[in-house]
């Protein structure tokens, strides 16, 4: 494996208003290997997510797109990398004021490179892949949380990313449709795509992925294998897997997460 | 302590004003590159423009019916209610239409553009979109102002025409000659007053846009967040087309000698 073929955050370090978010984190995420971000709401995933992406500046350390720091550069100048990598977000963000088919064209269209006949051939394509051609001409408002996902996973595939990210995509969803994600995500694998995902369902994780990394309290606690994981000692690993003593990560007298209360006193 | 608190405010207030400026600065930069988007520009100009068409009609017809009317009362007693349709049109031509009209439509299109920008921020369809590789002020920000900087002075024009209708209403109520009253409108007015009542409008929309951009590309939080973003847009918008209202009037003075 070269860095080419990775995306990788080394020594990072974010915060929010003084609350430290992420400290010192280091990952990689390879071309092939499959990854899920483990950890517990507010924990930092989807800002993980955010940051290799580009979409936030993080207070020190670096984030690379294959060869390229992408760290303090504007916007512009990383884009041609960025378009390796697609993301789909936990509401699916689809633009309200489009419809199916003109999100998952969107990319497609804003480029300009292809023709309306050939944006639509590849539209229905993706459409097809995931499920919903049917929901074509429709608008977001008109879908259902699962159809939404599906529809997400389909404007992620249109412009062909190398690396498909994926935030919590099977939270909120009944269990048919849970297992439909995962088959989905199982599918664009098999098609060579490497995925990211970051949830706190280890059913989906464990469904998808080979890699996995747990946060705790702003750090990366654990990473290994799922058998690796499930042979762990660490406690709070242990914890995650059979939740018995709940007071490792939340404070069960008040109902806190002992995380947030640890962060908000820094 | 108090330092410590004044000396953070101002951080803040510092930091707002830079960030909004250059906001603004990347806007008229972005204006003149491609990617154009006409079909964005159209839909906004149908959206927040024509859409306020009849809010401006309301707002022309009835303050132009009580300028005329207070005009007639004060007048009268100097025999000189011939003068009101001139007063109507250069008070509505030069400050009025174009104030009442910017407030108006920051009111209903400030908001607008904030709750729509907002809630695209917090359902995350703006980050998606930098995903897709757009530049969010070229798509988002630039055709708003566009809409803006073309609808507003032409609401404005109607807003004015609309007033001295309705202040020469008010007039044939009073008996007023019409002759007499639209005889009156070239006696006080100069081309420079329509200069100004449309260079004023033009430039309130660009404030109203970029504000409304920029306090809603800002929103945090959820819902709550979106609505308190709204407000503030209007609130800042409102208060931003009066002192720049009172600094235009400084500068088309010095330009009249």
């Known amino acids: 494996m070269t860095f080419s073929d990775s995306i990788r955050i080394e020594k990072l370090c974010y915060s929010i208003g003084g609350r430290k978010i992420l400290e010192d984190f280091d990952f990689v995420l390879e071309r092939g290997i499959n990854r899920t971000i483990l950890g517990i709401s507010g924990a930092g995933k989807t800002t993980i997510l955010k940051l290799l992406l580009g979409l936030l500046n993080p207070d020190s350390g670096k984030v690379f797109i294959g060869d390229l720091c992408i760290t303090g550069l504007p916007e512009s100048s990383f884009m041609q990398q960025r378009k390796r990598i697609a993301i789909v977000f936990q509401g699916g963000a689809l633009f309200d004021s489009m419809t199916v088919g003109e999100n998952v064209g969107y990319r497609l269209f804003e480029e300009g490179r292809l023709s309306q006949s050939e944006i639509t051939k590849v539209v229905l394509e993706k459409l097809s892949f995931v499920g919903v051609e049917a929901a074509l001409n429709l608008y977001p408002a008109e879908l259902s949380g699962g159809m939404k996902k599906r529809v997400a996973i389909a404007r992620a595939l249109a412009a062909d990313p190398e690396y498909i990210f994926f935030d919590e995509p099977t939270t909120g969803l009944d269990p048919i449709g849970v297992y439909n994600i995962c088959n989905l995500i199982q599918r664009l694998q098999a098609e060579g795509k490497t995925t990211l995902m970051v949830t706190h369902d280890l059913v989906t994780a464990f469904a998808t992925s080979q890699r996995f990394t747990l946060l705790h309290k702003a750090r990366k606690l654990f990473e290994g294998s799922e058998e690796e994981m499930k042979a762990s000692t660490i406690p709070e690993v242990r914890e995650f897997l059979e939740p018995t003593d709940r007071s490792l990560f939340y404070d069960v007298q008040t109902g806190n997460d002992k995380q947030q209360e640890q962060a908000g006193s820094l | ?257």
Do not use: W
Request: proline residues 3%.
């Open chain 2, 1 to 257: 302590m108090k330092f410590a608190v004044i000396d953070k405010l101002l951080l803040i207030f510092f930091h707002e004003l830079q960030d909004y400026f250059t906001l603004a600065g990347r806007t008229f930069v972005r204006t003149f590159r491609r990617p154009f988007y006409y079909r964005e520009f159209a839909i906004q100009f149908d959206k927040l423009g024509f859409s306020s068409l009849f809010i401006c009609v309301l707002t022309g017809l009835f303050s132009g019916m009580v300028m005329a009317l207070q005009s007639l009362i004060q007048l009268k007693p100097f025999a000189a209610t011939s003068y009101v349709g001139g007063m109507v049109a250069v008070t509505m031509i030069k400050e009025l239409g174009p104030v009442l009209a910017a407030l108006m439509v920051a009111g209903r299109v400030g908001s607008a553009i904030t709750a729509e920008l907002g809630t695209m921020v917090v359902t995350e369809q703006v980050d998606a979109m930098r995903v897709e590789g757009t530049d969010i002020i070229s798509r988002l920000v630039v055709p708003r102002c566009k809409a803006m900087l073309l609808a507003l002075p032409l609401l404005t024009i109607v807003t004015d025409m609309v007033s001295v209708f309705g202040g020469y209403i008010m007039s044939a109520g009073y008996s007023i000659n019409p002759i007499m009253y639209i005889s009156g409108l070239p006696q006080f007015l100069v081309f420079q007053d329509l200069i100004e009542g449309v260079v004023k409008p033009a430039v309130f929309g660009v404030i109203i846009a970029i504000t409304g951009c920029y306090v809603g590309l800002n929103t945090r939080g959820g819902a709550e967040g979106v609505g308190s973003a709204a407000k503030q847009a209007v609130v800042l918008s409102s208060v931003l087309i009066l002192v720049c209202d009172f600094f235009l009037a400084k500068i088309f003075l010095v330009f009249r000698g």
